[in-house]
């Protein structure tokens, strides 16, 4: 029994292959398929080497269209709409099945008529305007992400903010206008508006551009919203950088025309980024697939096949171009296994006009075309930008965006944008893991720089904020201190001198015996019964702390020895003012006695030699200056240099970390640098020695460090866009152009 059911296997397994065989072998040699690309613009230029790698890759593929090539022919049509469309009409004559391209929406509109009518697949993945809907123009397939979601991320950038009210910039054709009209109803449902619409025509001139800016500038709303093309969007941001418009107080969000010019730039030119510092741009967000990485580490070497000396480096819609040939090629792979051929039709409508100049005879029907546009949107495969799955709408899965910061010399991601879950700092892929959220809790970025700011590294920034902190608080110190000083002025006493003691009423004490109390009666003029008597030290520290208003005196009045003498035992009083008689001190003697000549002698010889002022510093005003600073140390709210020596340590301790940490890194790209291209370090030598002494080392490593970190940067991307050894031929590739150059066009 089991031998039966094992023969019976075999056979069966034997019919279906011998189906399957009969199924393969009926598919034709090559599919002819046509694409349509601006070897002048940006993004045509990626593009077109992006098909060309993805057609070689699915003919050397024997897992897809086993037997069947694809015939690629490609035009040039040089960002001019009509020879796109007659470009088009040459593709049906050669009885194409599906067309990439074009790259303008614009164009996109004209030939999804022609498409319609042939059954021919038109597959864009540059065409953008959110118009062109799978319902009215069927035959057309967008394999990017339309600007219906780019406005979407817009308007909830715009949320985010709280801002209420927008300026849309735009060029005034069908990609513009039809945008900026989704990006209105957009921010019509979050409550907001755009304030002012300023459209510029194609090609429009500087002075043109200026003029509409001028207008932009008299409004209310400083939200601006670029949306044009990469020749006019830079004229945009350099004349609004002229009319002070890209300062603080404006905010500049750029849709992503500015990272599809960027982002294929070996060297990103430092002048052009000054002119859009703080701008917020989008990208289109593609995840990192084992596709993607395979392009990508071989892009150098398609460069070289490609015949063409210029360098530039794969960007996302390179990307998408590349899927785009993948789609087609999967769905051809199912047309063909479910008994699709590849026939043409003569088109009746144009059998009734033919014979007037035109060859439209030439132009048929493809038979398979509605089948085939049925495969297309049933692909399902993991492709370079990720999952490639169509919705009900006609419209690619998972759209999102990351969120561009241009600061400084280069681009920084501050968060994506997602139809799934809005605003976030964490990637899409890993939210799609997750159920939905888009709860305004759980919208976030990451911040921003704006343009007007300034932006140093982090390690700047660290030690700015320790210099701040610390500036912070010797601010609040000084001011405190400040306050206090003010405030012991205002509470101690208003005596300072003998005018202000005799003018007061206050009671003025005197010593027991000395003439000062004739010289306060008889010489000054002060009331006996303001004078009082007092008779040792101890009776001046009571008389003094009492004050005037609880028995005691204002001040007290005597001969400055004694005074030395009590504020050396008492140094929290003081002398306020100066000195009002110069009389001094003398020693009696009887008359004729021979010690006087002798004493004055001595005396004179010890003022003149200065012993006389050194005694009277040691005994007397030495120590009550070692005594006053003693009293300061001891003082626990008096502030000096010491005070703060903790955060000054502090501070010193985050400069040299920051310093250590940038050495660090500076060694370690030198390294790389040198072991990378040695060439470069060698110094020239008459003698041709190839080592290399210390000063030569030294010389290079100050070179390298004196290098700008963009410049390293740019030389990184320069290694990695250089061009490679060669790689598989193309296949099956046939290319015309209509025109040539190495200029930037927008289509």
Known sequence: MKFIFYLFSIFCYSLCSCAQSQNISGWPDSVRIGAQFARNSTIGRVAAVAVLAAVNDINNDSNILPGTKLDLHMHDSSCNRFLGIVQALQFMEKDTVAIIGPLSSTTAHVLSHLANELHVPLMSFSATDPTLSSLEYPFFVRTTVSDQFQMTAVADLVEYYGWKQVTTIFVDNDYGRNAISSLGDELSKRRSKILYKAPFRPGASNNEIADVLIKVAMMESRVIILHANPDSGLVVFQQALKLGMASNGY?????DWLTSYLDPSVHLDIGLLSTMQGVITLRHHTENTRRKSMLSSKWSELLKEDSGHSRFLLSTYGLYAYDTVWMLAHALDAFFSSGGNISFSPDPKLNEISGRGLNLEALSVFDGGQLLLEKIHQVDFMGATGPIKFDSGGNLIQP??????????????????????????ISPETLYRKPANRTRETQKLHDVIWPGEDTRSTLGRFVIIIWLFVVLIIQSSYTASLTSILTVQQLTSPITGIDSLIASDDPIGFQVGSFAENYLAHELGVAHSRLKALGSPEEYKKALELGPSKGGVAAIVDERPYIELFLYQNPKFAVVGSEFTKSGWGFAFPRDSPLS??????????????DLQRIHDKWLASDMSSMSQANDLDDPDRLDVYSFSALFLICGLACIFALAIHACNLFYQYSRHAAEDPAALQPSASDGSRSLSRRSKLQSFLSFADRREADIRKAAKDKAAGLGGSGGSMSGVSFTSSGSGSTTASC
């Open 251 to 255: 905010v500049w969000i750029a849709t």
């Open 400 to 425: 999102a965006y990351d969120i561009v910061n241009i600061i400084g010399s280069g681009l920084r991601t501050v968060g994506y944008w997602s139809n799934y879950s809005g605003l976030s700092v």
């Open 597 to 610: 000549v002798d004493l004055s002698t001595a005396i004179l010889e010890l003022s003149e030699n200065g």
